[in-house]
């Protein structure tokens, strides 16, 4: 790496990461731009000799001395704790973070493990990147999977002002929004945010499971809208779901309440208040969603919009205009946005609808970091 492509960096290194699949990798991806040593571990021997293969950092070797500054456990939900525990031992001046989708049941459990003493329990951060995709392993690690995505810190009572600094640094390297939580804020707030749309999306895209192909053959982008995140993988969402079942259970009443009150309606759809019912489930629909951040207004009803991060250097934006115009797609509108506090910019981009897929592939085949 040409050290004059480096940007500066919060962490020191070396960073330890243990469990090296997509999230695991990406951290290590993102670390390494920034010339920061990284160590892999992962009890899966290709997934960590992938992740070393794509440049996340070196695998380290059984009994191989490491002295990390920073351990990352980014293993499954059901095994983090112990890890933690692990390497809170094993790496006596090591801050360690995991990023489990989960918190409290984490804290819990190291809290409750009689291994671990006020010395060690300082030193523990448990974070949360809002950031990741339907897809799991390191081959489909990207090292800007984090640049403006959010990411949660939930120190806990007893965690130092110095590992709540380390865990920052990380976030931050990544380019990152660091956000702070209690892990019961955190755990509800992710209830809704995060649990609830995938629980919705596999539902959803488990009635196509009989669906006739040519029926099949009219999906637009609507369906494709919903349905992306319905392809994450079972294994961990069973951990995940799991894990946050009290919190979300108390949401999906909610929805079962909303859910009975529509098929009530649409079963007697010309009853006196029928369209009223379901303009005003729609009317509730558009108030929640324009309460999302990151959207500048409404998108105009003919085409479809995409965003594409573009670092902040001179020639980026005249490349992506280059590539899309090699796809032979026609931008029918452009604007730029720039997210404070980050080199980056972010180009928006508006496509006729049946065309919009196919630049999002085409992009991100071409290593650009799309939002959708
Ligand atoms: N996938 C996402 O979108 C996403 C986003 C944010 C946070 N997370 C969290 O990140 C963590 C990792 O998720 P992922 O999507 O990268 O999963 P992944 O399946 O891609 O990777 C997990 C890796 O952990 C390894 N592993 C399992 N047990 C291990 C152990 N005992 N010791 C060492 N390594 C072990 C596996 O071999 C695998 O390589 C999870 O806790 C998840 O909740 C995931
Ligand atoms: O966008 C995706 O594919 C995700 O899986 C992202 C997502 C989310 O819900 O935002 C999913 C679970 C993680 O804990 C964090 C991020």
């Not at 920061?36 to 290709?46: A, C």
Request: charged content about 20%.
């Amino acid at each position: 790496m040409n050290p004059t492509h480096l940007k500066a960096a919060h962490l020191s290194g070396p960073v330890l990461v243990i469990g090296t699949g997509l999230l695991g990798a990406s951290i290590g991806l993102g670390l390494r731009a920034h010339g920061i040593e990284v160590l892999l571990s992962d009890l899966s021997p290709s997934a960590q000799a992938v992740a070393q293969d794509i440049g996340a950092g070196r695998v380290l070797e059984p009994g191989q001395q490491a002295a990390p500054q920073l351990v990352v456990v980014a293993s499954p939900p059901d095994v983090t704790a112990r890890i933690v525990s692990q390497a809170l031992r094993d790496y006596p001046s090591a801050v360690v973070v995991d990023i489990a989708s989960v918190k409290a049941s984490v804290l819990a459990e190291l809290q409750a493990d009689p291994e671990l003493g006020p010395e060690e329990m300082a030193r523990y951060v448990g974070t949360h990147p809002m950031a990741g995709r339907e897809k799991s392993g390191p081959v489909a690690a990207r090292g800007e999977l984090f640049t403006s995505m959010p990411w949660v810190l939930c120190p806990h009572d007893s965690t130092s002002a110095a590992a709540l600094k380390t865990a920052q640094a990380l976030a931050i390297d990544l380019g990152a929004v660091v956000s702070r939580m209690s892990v019961e804020e955190h755990d509800q707030s992710v209830a809704l945010i995060s649990h609830l749309p995938q629980v919705m999306s596999s539902l959803l895209a488990s009635r196509l499971q009989d669906t006739e192909p040519h029926a099949l053959a009219l999906a637009g982008q609507g369906l494709r809208d919903v349905t992306r995140i319905a392809a994450s993988d079972p294994a961990l969402w069973v951990q995940i779901l799991g894990a946050n079942a009290p919190r979300l259970v108390k949401i999906l009443y909610g929805v079962r309440e909303d859910l009975n009150r529509l098929i009530g309606t649409l079963e007697q759809p010309e009853a006196p208040g029928a369209r009223l019912d379901l303009a005003q489930l729609m009317s509730e629909g558009n108030a929640g969603q324009a309460r999302i951040p990151g959207k500048h207004g409404a998108p105009p009803q003919s085409f479809a919009w995409l965003t594409v991060l573009v670092d902040d250097r001179p020639g980026q934006i005249a490349r992506l205009l280059t590539e899309i115009g090699e796809v032979g797609i026609n931008l029918e509108d452009l604007r730029l946005d720039h997210s404070s506090g980050q080199d980056v910019g972010m180009v928006e981009i508006s496509v006729l609808p049946s065309r919009r897929q196919e630049l999002i592939d085409y992009l991100d085949s071409h290593g650009w970091k799309v939002l959708q």
